[in-house]
Each structure stands twice: as C-alpha cells, then as structure tokens.
C-alpha cells in the first residue's frame, strides 16, 4: 500500500466525520435524519465503511464485491424508506464525489502522483458500479412510501432531465424505454390547479395511460408519449393520436387548454421538451383539443411571436376582426376546411350566402382577400394567435 492510502487511511474518521457534516449542512432531508441518534449513527458508519473499502480496494486494483454493492444498496433502500427525496439523493451523490477528490488532494504528498492516478482511475471506474448499487436500493426504498402516481411524475422529471437513474426506475414501474417520445405538454388556459387537483389528474390518466406523466410547470401537463420504431418521424402517427387522448382528457379534467408537441430521442428530452412548451404557447386555446400541434403547424406564428412590429401589427389587424359577426371563428372554421366552402358552411350551421357575407366583411375591414395566398398567409396566423390568447392581457 502507498503512502497515499496509508494517508487516507490515517484521514478516514475525520473525512467521513466531515462528510455527515456537509451532508447535514447542505441537504435538509439529512438535517432532518441526522436529528435522530440512530440515524447520526448510521449516517456515520456508511461514510467510514464506505471509505475504508474505497481504500482497501483500489490498493489493490481489486472491483467492489457482490456483497459491498448489497451493502450500499441496503443503506440507499433505508434512506428511500425514511423518504429521503430524490433531489437529495442526486446532491448527495454530488457531494459524496466532490469530497473525494477533495480528500486525495488532502492527502497526496510530493512523490504520490503514481498513487493519486491509481485512486483517480479506480474511482472513475468503479464509482458508477457503487451509486448504482446505492441508487437502486434507494428507488426500492422509496417503493414502501410513494405510490405509483408519484413515481411516475419522477420518471418523468428523470427523462427529461436525462438522468442515468431513469432506466432503474422505469424498469421498476415496468415501464420500457423506447428510442424515441413524442414530448407533448398542454397549457391550461384558466390558470394553475391546486397541488391536489394536478395529483388526482395524474392518478386518473394513470388509468387509462399508462406513460410517463407530470406538470412541468403548475398549469403545464407533459405527456411522454413512446414511438414505435427507431425513426420518431415514422412512428409519430400513433404517437400523436395517443397523445391526443391524453390530452383531451387533461382539457375535461382541467378546462381549455393548448397542445404542443416535439419528438426526441431518450436522454436527450430537455430541447423538445424546450420546444413543445414553445409550440404550445403559439397553439390554440380549445375546450376539446382538435390535435396535437407541432412546429409545422404553428411555425408562422412562433415566428411572428419573436418579432414584436410583426406582432404588433398583427394584433392591430384584430382589433378590426373584432368589429365583424363571429369573424375570427368564422375565419378558423374556413381554414380548418381548407377553404371549403359547403364543408365550412356545415361545419358552422350556417347558410353558405351567410359564409359568404361574413368573408366579404372580413375582406371590407382588413383589405385582405380571406381565399388568397396572401389571405391565408396573413389572417391564418391572426386568427391562430388570437384564439392562443396571445394578446389576452393587452388593450
């Protein structure tokens, strides 16, 4: 053994004492644990163990034992059990690394450089092997006192963040990860439901869909929708007609509501989740959500959104619609149908001469051909802004 782990061996209480005492210091979840003398204790003797055997082992180039990783995935179960969260969890892993690298520096002297490349080595190894084994035990802890509801929405906030542990956790829920999701939020327009209310939504989709589900943001649902196959462009199909599912139920749940969607590749969420959320706030505003819209659908509008003249001038042009018989419905009925006049005229119940007056007063008010190219163009993107409630707020 080298001078550097007889070093640390001499370190080995202090450092694990000084390591409960970040841990306390840092995480109130270990506060909380460390409160209680069993749990001090416990605390305590997992760092010095854990230290010992870190030293012991990479003396000797030797990889943890079966039985060292049932020991750490003993002690993760228990700080799962006692509800420990999982961000504590995360940090305390952060920590645990961080102090490590802080105690062989401590430790090292002038002629250990072999030494220290020996310890760094076998930590970047054999390190991951032990906080899976720890962050194993601990989501199995966490099995006794979270239910179901609860562990999807962390599963959830695990892919989109993209943390390693997600694929334990999923196995765990019996939940396969596929290649590739249709991320899908939906924006409730009346505003946030309570904690209570975003729970029991949660726990009734379960139900029905049974896929990773959270709010993102308190009036922001997102669905992980799989695709089928490798290609998400080709899988998309079901993926959207699920997700569509899923979010009228959100909208019966919880009012209207606007539905944006990206395709991603697993462990790689946190840019599609970016831009659902984007496309969601360019969508319309629907008590009953006719689809789920993705850039193709709204990319006029997240462009007009960026440009404040463009939208400026927009909104002014509403304000003209505004003036006019049902104009703004009348004018998203007509491009819904692709600018069909008799399917329109159906769609809205009215006679077609009725269609007909109100796309020539839309044309008196704002100089524009409804039926143009310039037409679609233009009061397309008005109409789909408006009925996004872009400009709710504004006079």
Request: charged residues 25%; aromatic residues 6%; proline residues 6%.
């Amino acid at each position: 053994m080298g001078s550097l782990f007889r070093a640390l061996r001499r370190r080995l209480d202090a450092n694990a004492r000084r390591a409960v005492e970040v841990y306390t210091n840092e995480l109130a979840d270990y506060r909380s644990l460390a409160a209680e003398t069993r749990g001090s204790a416990a605390m305590l003797d997992f760092a010095v163990n854990l230290r010992r055997r870190t030293i012991e082992l990479a003396a000797d180039e030797q990889p943890f034992t079966e039985q060292d990783h049932a020991y750490m995935s003993s002690v993760g179960a228990t700080r799962g059990e006692v509800g420990v969260s999982l961000a504590s969890q995360r940090q305390v892993l952060l920590l645990h690394a961080n102090l490590t690298l802080r105690e062989i520096h401590e430790a090292a002297g002038p002629n250990d450089l072999s030494d220290v490349m020996c310890m760094l080595g076998w930590v970047a190894c054999h390190g991951l092997t032990a906080q899976d084994a720890y962050t194993h035990g601990f989501l199995k802890g966490q099995e006794r006192f979270l239910p179901v509801a609860a562990r999807i929405q962390m599963l959830a906030g695990l892919l989109v963040t993209g943390e390693p542990a997600a694929a334990q956790l999923a196995r765990e829920l019996d939940l396969p990860l596929p290649d590739h999701y249709l991320v899908t939020v939906a924006r409730v327009a009346a505003g946030p439901p309570d904690e209570r209310c975003r729970d029991e939504v949660v726990k009734t989709l379960l139900t029905d869909h049974y896929l990773p589900l959270t709010w993102h943001e308190p009036d922001e649902f997102v669905a992980l929708v799989p695709c089928d196959g490798a290609d998400p462009i080709d899988g998309q199909a079901p993926a959207r007609s699920r997700a569509l599912s899923v979010m009228r139920a959100v909208a019966e749940l919880c009012g209207p509501c606007s539905v944006g969607a990206a395709p991603g590749r697993v462990r790689a969420l946190a840019d599609p989740v970016a831009l659902a959320r984007r496309v969601c706030q360019a969508a319309p505003v629907e008590r009953v959500p006719s689809q789920v819209y993705g850039v193709a659908d709204v990319f006029v509008e997240l462009g007009a959104a960026q440009l404040p003249q463009v939208d400026q001038w927009l909104r002014e042009l509403t304000w003209r619609l505004a003036s006019g018989p049902d104009l703004v419905s009348t004018l998203d009925c007509y491009y819904r149908n692709d600018m069909n006049r008799m399917r329109t005229a159906v769609a809205l119940r009215v006679h077609p001469r009725t269609l007909d007056y109100r796309l020539r007063r839309v044309r008196e008010l704002v100089g524009i051909e409804p039926g143009s190219t310039r037409g679609v163009r233009v009061l397309s993107t008005a109409v789909t802004r408006i009925l996004a409630e872009a400009w709710r707020d504004s006079r």
